[in-house]
């Protein structure tokens, strides 16, 4: 089974921080994703990445940036924390982009 | 812009009926359809994926495709209250996007 772990399950930071999260995928995919999830508005695709230091902007880039320095690690980052990133964050991974992604358990994150 | 759109609901079925589920998309090259069930407070998780017209079964799960009208269904047969949870429609549209709908909650009653 395809086995993607997320750092933590809760996260609680303030504004202003620099906030790190991190995706571990034991499947060799090519591609990792992540996603914040809100109330009533779905799944909104944040970053791609189809290869290691490869990377394409999402619907709602603004705000974080990311990080593949290896092939099973994706790294979503908050440059400076704010109210309105509080959501759960979720990382997923495929084989191929056609093909169903797989989620970790996600990271929901409280900024205070 | 490519949407996926579901009913919200909450949908309500007695314990050992069908639940029938629903979703249109709006990009008519779409290739790609997914169903993933997702539990309050956890991750989705993948039910049924489905790539050609027509039914795909699998134990009490029924994907149903018909892409000249543009909607994917999902049929739950013998429906179990531990299939409470909210369902996501997904469909790939092509490059690396695969856009979520906002998701059905459905409510089993024992």
């Known amino acids: 089974d395809v086995k993607v772990t997320q750092s933590s399950r809760y996260l609680v930071k303030r504004t202003g921080e620099k906030v790190f999260l991190e995706c571990v995928q034991d499947m060799d995919h090519e591609n990792m994703f992540w996603y914040r999830q809100d109330p009533g508005l779905g799944l909104r695709l944040i970053y791609f990445?189809?290869?290691?230091?490869?990377?394409e902007k999402g619907d709602i880039p603004e705000g974080y940036s990311v990080s593949r320095e290896k092939k099973e690690r994706f790294s979503l980052i908050l440059e400076s924390a704010s109210t309105n990133q509080t959501s759960m964050y979720l990382c997923a991974s495929s084989p191929q982009v056609s093909q169903p992604q797989h989620f970790g358990d996600g990271t929901r994150l409280s900024i205070l | 812009q490519k949407e996926v759109e579901q009913n919200s609901g909450p949908l309500s079925v007695p314990e050992g009926a069908i639940a029938s589920l629903n979703c249109t998309y709006s990009?008519?090259?779409?290739?790609?359809f997914f169903w993933y069930r997702q539990y309050s407070g956890k991750s989705p998780e993948l039910i049924m994926f489905i790539y050609s017209n027509g039914d795909k079964e699998d134990g009490r799960f029924t994907a149903q495709l018909n892409k000249a009208s543009q909607y994917v269904s999902l049929l739950i047969r013998d429906s179990q209250p531990s299939d409470s949870a909210t369902y996501l429609c997904a469909v790939h549209t092509g490059g690396f996007k695969t856009i979520f709908g906002a998701g059905t909650r459905l409510f089993v009653k024992a």
């Open positions: 990445s189809y290869d290691v230091k490869m990377k």
């Open positions: 990009d008519r090259g779409s290739q790609s």
